[in-house]
């Protein structure tokens, strides 16, 4: 089966080609704002992986010919990026004013595991696949 997927992932890895995974074996590899055709098997599931993050397992829903499907960055971890960054850096401005106080770290400690919690989040649902008509 013929698929046409495109990657739309914005500036978030723009210089590393994303791979386009099947059965645990590359079958394509789409760089920044490409578009390709690809060969596929329609009972099996498709994954996108670049570096740690990966998308969660899609299956094409129908068989029509060529489906057509995007590659998007997955809105809420570029939520969780901007937040958490946002976060350690009110913290550090704010760790200076109260350096003395036993609250402090703390709260340092639940930010750092949060932020690890957060990041295992999403590691496996960095991405999206979704069909475009």
Known sequence: MQIEIKRRTGFFGMASPIKLI?????????SHDQSQLVTIDPSQPLTVKLMMLRSQPYRVKHEMVPVK??????????????LSYGL??????????????????????????????????????????????
């Open 22 to 30: 099947q059965v645990g074996q590359p079958i394509a590899s789409i």
């Open 69 to 82: 499907l995007e590659i998007v960055l997955n809105p809420q971890l570029k939520q969780f990026y901007f």
């Open 88 to 133: 350690f850096f009110v913290f550090a401005g704010l760790s200076g004013l109260f350096y003395t106080q036993g609250w402090l770290w703390p709260l340092l400690i639940m930010l750092i595991v949060l932020y690890g919690v957060g990041l295992r989040y999403f590691l496996v649902r960095g991405y999206l696949i979704r069909e475009v008509e």
